[in-house]
């Protein structure tokens, strides 16, 4: 006697109706996890999901069944399918499994109900007085809504790292790059060369015993313990209650190791000519704490000035550079691995509640907004204005309308990266700039394609699985397309000719 073929479903609800799917394509069942935003998708899309270490796009079944929305409950479940680019499915909860024949599952159009049949693999009937199961086709429901979602990524291309020169041409005259930050209210530049990245001042420092003024204690920054120095102390200024004020943590390279400056808060990035750069003054190359300060930056025609430090000789001090080394040579073969593999570092802002990461290299320096930009009639939705950035005229595009993103409050975070796109210098408007990263390319992985313009401007995320982390990658020399950069040449030289005139 012939065994009949069997079909195992896992069924679930949608607004009240039931529907399954075959449960040999359902890889696991997991709560509605914390939701990264991804621009320029389709509605459908809630987000993307580190699911121990996978970037999971999380889809609305509602919304691709065109069902009306609802708010998130404790029944609200996601089911994760199967394949090499797996997906999750949000739907409002997980009913039972069922076991039947295969005949049992039936291509009957009209027990698709409002669902369009092209959607479902059958339909399975139920008993007197029972709705109908409709069972779904996971890539004919996704088929229509994006580009690749759920299947793997075979171009290599997708993992490169970004472009950062958009335009070719002679090379430019080289800038000084330098970090800013404040100490007393005094602004201090330390080279960006040497910076590896900028984190928060940690809650919980270990201290050392005996140590120096300057030495705060150690702190573990990703599995490895980075010594921390007051940078005021260095200087021989008065010390900070750091229970009041929680600075920054800004990490430098010293030798073969790292060590943290604690400093009362990161500014900017900037890069200037060198022309703008002069030698520090004889009387603040002697004695104790000012010998630190080699240069002067002058910026804003003189009005702001920029006092710039000599990494090496903040480290003089004999007990300092002995725990420099210490933490260099305990941890030596470790870091010269780390070193090899984190070859790209990025400014890391954020719009809302997400965080996007540009390659700082593409960065020309990060500005404030202007109190009130000088608007333009008839520019697009895009442009917020014009600035004055040292004489020349720069369009300022608001990144939250560029990306169709809502508005928002934090008005007074905000800042401006300055980049350089078809030519012309450009400042993009972000809710704020959170720190400096430096990831391992290993932590780099392809983003879902979801749609071409996606594809376009996000094609790569930073996952860094220990924190559950996701970092959006936007590729800075596709932030405007070709006829919107043209559109800002020619706004930027209409008003520099009408400022001229």
């Given at each position: 006697?012939?065994?009949?073929a069997?079909?195992?479903?896992?069924?679930?609800?949608?607004?009240?109706?039931a529907?399954?799917l075959?449960?040999?394509?359902?890889?696991e069942?997991?709560?509605?996890?914390?939701?990264?935003?991804?621009?320029?998708?389709?509605?459908?899309?809630?987000?993307l999901?580190?699911l121990?270490?996978?970037?999971?796009?999380?889809v609305?079944?509602?919304?691709?069944?065109?069902?009306?929305?609802?708010?998130a409950?404790e029944?609200t479940?996601?089911?994760?399918?199967?394949?090499?680019?797996?997906?999750?499915?949000?739907?409002?909860?997980?009913?039972r499994?069922?076991a039947?024949?295969?005949?049992?599952?039936?291509?009957?159009?009209?027990?698709?109900?409002?669902?369009?049949?092209?959607?479902?693999?059958?339909?399975?009937?139920?008993?007197?007085?029972?709705?109908?199961?409709?069972?779904?086709?996971?890539?004919?429901?996704?088929?229509?809504?994006?580009?690749?979602?759920?299947?793997?990524?075979?171009?290599?291309?997708?993992?490169?790292p970004?472009?950062?020169?958009?335009?070719?041409?002679?090379?430019?005259?080289?800038?000084?790059?330098?970090l800013?930050?404040?100490?007393?209210?005094?602004?201090?530049?330390?080279?960006?060369?040497?910076?590896?990245e900028?984190?928060?001042?940690?809650?919980?420092?270990?201290?050392?015993?005996?140590?120096?003024?300057?030495?705060?204690?150690?702190?573990?920054?990703?599995?490895?313990?980075?010594p921390?120095?007051?940078?005021?102390?260095?200087l021989?200024?008065?010390?900070?209650?750091?229970?009041?004020?929680?600075?920054?943590?800004?990490?430098m390279?010293i030798?073969?190791?790292?060590?943290?400056?604690?400093?009362?808060?990161?500014?900017?990035?900037?890069?200037l000519?060198p022309?703008?750069v002069?030698?520090?003054?004889?009387l603040l190359?002697?004695?104790?704490?000012?010998?630190?300060?080699?240069?002067?930056?002058?910026?804003?025609?003189?009005?702001?000035?920029?006092?710039?430090?000599?990494?090496?000789?903040?480290?003089?001090?004999?007990?300092?550079?002995?725990?420099?080394?210490?933490?260099?040579?305990?941890?030596?073969?470790?870091?010269?691995?780390?070193?090899?593999?984190?070859?790209?570092?990025?400014?890391i802002?954020?719009?809302?509640?997400?965080?996007?990461?540009?390659?700082?290299?593409?960065?020309?320096e990060?500005?404030?907004?202007?109190?009130?930009?000088?608007?333009?009639?008839?520019a697009?939705?895009?442009?917020?204005?014009?600035?004055?950035?040292?004489?020349?005229?720069?369009?300022?595009?608001?990144?939250?309308?560029?990306?169709?993103?809502?508005?928002?409050?934090?008005?007074?975070?905000?800042?401006?990266?300055?980049?350089?796109i078809?030519?012309?210098?450009?400042?993009?408007?972000?809710?704020?700039?959170?720190?400096?990263?430096?990831v391992?390319?290993?932590?780099?992985?392809?983003?879902?394609e979801l749609?071409?313009?996606?594809?376009?401007?996000?094609?790569?995320?930073?996952?860094?699985?220990?924190?559950?982390?996701l970092i959006?990658?936007?590729d800075?020399?596709?932030?405007?397309?070709?006829?919107?950069?043209?559109?800002?040449?020619?706004?930027?030289?209409?008003?520099?000719?009408?400022?001229?005139?």
């Amino acid at each position: 006697m012939t065994e009949l073929a069997s079909e195992e479903l896992l069924i679930f609800k949608i607004a009240g109706a039931a529907f399954g799917l075959t449960l040999a394509g359902v890889a696991e069942i997991i709560r509605l996890p914390n939701l990264v935003h991804m621009p320029l998708v389709p509605p459908s899309l809630l987000g993307l999901a580190n699911l121990r270490g996978i970037v999971l796009p999380v889809v609305s079944l509602r919304t691709l069944l065109r069902l009306p929305d609802m708010e998130a409950s404790e029944s609200t479940r996601v089911i994760v399918m199967r394949g090499d680019a797996p997906v999750g499915l949000v739907v409002d909860s997980v009913d039972r499994l069922l076991a039947l024949a295969a005949d049992r599952i039936e291509k009957d159009d009209s027990g698709a109900g409002t669902i369009d049949p092209a959607l479902l693999d059958g339909v399975v009937k139920g008993g007197e007085g029972e709705s109908p199961i409709k069972v779904l086709h996971p890539s004919r429901l996704l088929s229509g809504q994006f580009v690749r979602l759920g299947i793997a990524a075979t171009s290599a291309a997708r993992a490169a790292p970004l472009a950062t020169s958009p335009s070719a041409g002679p090379p430019a005259r080289a800038l000084v790059s330098l970090l800013s930050f404040y100490l007393n209210a005094q602004e201090y530049a330390l080279p960006l060369d040497r910076v590896r990245e900028i984190i928060p001042l940690p809650d919980h420092i270990a201290e050392l015993p005996r140590p120096e003024t300057a030495v705060l204690g150690v702190v573990t920054l990703r599995d490895r313990l980075l010594p921390l120095v007051s940078l005021r102390a260095l200087l021989g200024l008065p010390p900070d209650d750091l229970s009041k004020q929680r600075g920054k943590v800004v990490v430098m390279s010293i030798g073969e190791g790292a060590i943290g400056l604690a400093v009362d808060a990161t500014r900017e990035i900037l890069r200037l000519d060198p022309d703008s750069v002069d030698p520090a003054p004889a009387l603040l190359t002697r004695g104790e704490g000012v010998a630190e300060i080699v240069s002067i930056c002058r910026l804003e025609d003189g009005r702001r000035l920029v006092a710039l430090l000599s990494p090496d000789r903040l480290f003089r001090s004999d007990l300092v550079r002995r725990i420099i080394d210490d933490h260099a040579a305990g941890d030596a073969g470790q870091q010269a691995e780390a070193n090899a593999m984190a070859d790209e570092q990025f400014i890391i802002f954020r719009l809302g509640h997400q965080d996007y990461g540009i390659p700082i290299a593409a960065v020309g320096e990060i500005a404030r907004p202007p109190e009130h930009p000088t608007r333009l009639p008839k520019a697009p939705a895009f442009i917020d204005g014009v600035m004055n950035l040292r004489g020349s005229v720069v369009p300022i595009v608001d990144l939250r309308r560029r990306f169709d993103l809502g508005n928002t409050e934090q008005a007074g975070a905000r800042r401006i990266l300055m980049l350089e796109i078809g030519g012309a210098i450009a400042g993009f408007l972000v809710d704020g700039v959170s720190e400096i990263l430096k990831v391992t390319t290993d932590a780099i992985c392809p983003a879902p394609e979801l749609s071409p313009e996606q594809m376009r401007l996000i094609s790569r995320v930073i996952n860094l699985e220990a924190s559950g982390r996701l970092i959006l990658l936007v590729d800075p020399t596709q932030l405007l397309d070709q006829v919107e950069a043209d559109l800002l040449a020619k706004f930027s030289h209409s008003k520099f000719d009408a400022t001229a005139s």
